[in-house]
């Protein structure tokens, strides 16, 4: 293990990198709900521009590019090195310039950031991992900066949509990519959140539309994010 990153978590990822952008691909979900989380995000931390923003477990930088299209100085991050070779290939292919790191929150030192995300990266966490996990962020947000997770909900939906239907049925995903084991509750994210020193303030679940798309609604069943701030 890495930090809080386990090496068969970083495998898996690497695994996908060739196939990240492709929204048809592996990761389709990801494609599909990006529009409404970084609309929701948006939402919460005002005027994106000259903001900077960490993105934990960037992967190959699908969020980390739409934040830094809106003018935000973003730096992403992730211990999967295939992955941000992806990215950084995507980016310099589209004109985007933001910054990629390799590693872990644990041991990744800079200035406090306006905004942090770890967007479907805690579920990959170890349960036992996830206190110094936050603790991380926490460190890396400024007084009064935000940070946001999203994650999926420990719940039979949960397992019937993103193992059975995602992994095993649609074969979006490759078999073995989520342990619904490791799946976490809004209410235990909500008191990791507070045990690192962070005030949940907003949560939302991603919720399907008919046209294949996510939007933000009252449903957490499944996939959910939490917002909070560190006290300023």
């Not at 492709?22 to 979900?29: I, K």
Request: charged letters at 20%; proline letters at 7%.
């Amino acid at each position: 293990m890495t930090g809080t990153a386990e090496a068969s978590e970083i495998a898996k990822f690497d695994r996908l990198a060739a196939e990240w952008w492709n929204p048809r691909g592996p990761m389709a979900p990801l494609h599909a709900m990006n529009p409404a989380r970084m609309g929701w995000i948006a939402a919460r931390t005002g005027p994106l521009a000259g903001q900077r923003i960490l993105d934990v477990g960037c992967g190959a930088g699908l969020a980390a590019e739409w934040l830094a299209r809106q003018g935000a100085v973003v730096t992403g991050l992730d211990a999967a090195g295939a992955a941000l070779d992806a990215a950084r290939a995507h980016a310099e292919a589209g004109g985007v310039a933001l910054t990629y790191r390799e590693g872990t929150p644990e041991a990744f030192e800079a200035p406090p950031f306006d905004a942090v995300t770890a967007l479907e990266v805690i579920e990959h966490v170890p349960p036992a991992e996830r206190p110094a996990f936050l603790a991380a962020l926490f460190r890396l947000t400024k007084p009064g900066g935000l940070v946001v997770l999203s994650t999926l909900n420990r719940t039979r939906r949960a397992y019937l949509f993103a193992i059975l239907g995602a992994e095993r049925v649609l074969r979006w995903l490759p078999r073995g990519t989520h342990d619904w084991n490791l799946f976490v509750t809004p209410g235990e994210l909500g008191a990791l959140l507070r045990g690192a020193g962070f005030v949940p303030q907003d949560a939302t679940g991603l919720v399907p539309t008919l046209t294949g798309g996510f939007r933000a609604g009252r449903d957490m069943a499944v996939n959910y994010m939490i917002a909070a701030r560190r006290p300023g």
